[in-house]
């Protein structure tokens, strides 16, 4: 049984994965968009690693942070119908420290500022100094620090098309997920509680 769920598993992720290869992106908060093979593949082996902790399993979301943050880089695949939705999404100033628009590095540090890599479990959502936002916590050696970071998903004025259109590229975080405000609802509603987000380069 667990052998057939397995192979059941498996050939259908790697349908998905076959199928969603990255063009290149709109410049537009909330379009479909494609997700780079490699980075997808690693997305749903977390899926798999994690799914003992990971409740929900009908939406992941994706970040891929090798791409510029002036590029829609949050997606957000549906799994039951291997739709895609991609959004704004600034990394940490700690990861980008000359503000260039790219990560540079990932750090699990305190106080590195950076943005860290890896699956993390959505928890709780919860209205703080940002507004509704939605904890996060890491699953992984390279984002275990997550939670005392104070890691999470919020909207942010310096996410937008204007900040692009006026600088080129976004502002930055703190290490958190900090989206464009308009689309804030969506992906707090889509990524809710026990759902998985994993972060890397392609």
Same mark, same amino acid.
């Given at each position: 049984?667990?052998?057939?769920?397995? @192979?059941?598993?498996?050939?259908? =992720? /790697?349908?998905?994965?076959?199928?969603?290869?990255?063009?290149?992106?709109?410049?537009?908060? +909330?379009?479909?968009?494609?997700?780079? /093979?490699?980075?997808?593949?690693?997305?749903?082996?977390?899926?798999?690693?994690?799914?003992?902790?990971? /409740?929900?399993?009908?939406?992941?979301?994706? /970040?891929?942070?090798?791409?510029?943050?002036?590029?829609?880089? =949050? *997606? !957000?695949?549906?799994?039951?119908?291997?739709?895609?939705?991609?959004? !704004?999404?600034? *990394?940490?100033?700690?990861?980008?420290?000359?503000?260039?628009?790219?990560?540079?590095?990932? #750090? %699990?540090?305190?106080?590195?500022?950076?943005?860290?890599?890896?699956?993390?479990?959505?928890?709780?959502?919860?209205?703080?100094? *940002?507004?509704? #936002?939605?904890?996060?916590?890491? @699953?992984?050696?390279? %984002?275990? %620090?997550?939670?005392?970071?104070?890691?999470?998903?919020?909207?942010?004025?310096?996410?937008?098309?204007?900040?692009?259109?006026?600088?080129?590229?976004?502002?930055?975080?703190?290490?958190?997920?900090?989206?464009?405000?308009? #689309? =804030?609802?969506?992906?707090? !509603?889509?990524?809710?509680?026990?759902?998985?987000?994993? +972060?890397?380069?392609?």
């Amino acid at each position: 049984m667990e052998f057939s769920r397995r @192979l059941f598993l498996g050939t259908a =992720l /790697a349908g998905v994965a076959s199928a969603l290869v990255r063009p290149a992106f709109p410049r537009t908060s +909330a379009t479909g968009g494609r997700i780079a /093979a490699g980075l997808l593949q690693r997305a749903l082996a977390a899926l798999e690693q994690h799914r003992d902790r990971i /409740a929900f399993r009908d939406v992941v979301g994706i /970040a891929d942070f090798a791409l510029p943050s002036s590029t829609p880089r =949050l *997606h !957000l695949l549906s799994l039951v119908d291997g739709s895609v939705t991609s959004y !704004l999404v600034a *990394h940490g100033r700690g990861s980008d420290p000359a503000h260039t628009g790219w990560l540079e590095r990932f #750090s %699990n540090q305190p106080h590195s500022y950076a943005t860290s890599s890896g699956a993390y479990r959505t928890d709780s959502h919860y209205v703080g100094g *940002h507004g509704p #936002s939605i904890r996060l916590d890491g @699953l992984d050696a390279t %984002n275990s %620090n997550a939670v005392s970071r104070a890691i999470v998903v919020h909207g942010a004025w310096y996410v937008s098309e204007q900040m692009i259109s006026r600088c080129g590229m976004l502002g930055r975080s703190e290490g958190c997920f900090a989206v464009d405000q308009s #689309s =804030l609802d969506d992906i707090l !509603l889509r990524l809710g509680p026990g759902r998985l987000i994993y +972060a890397d380069k392609a």
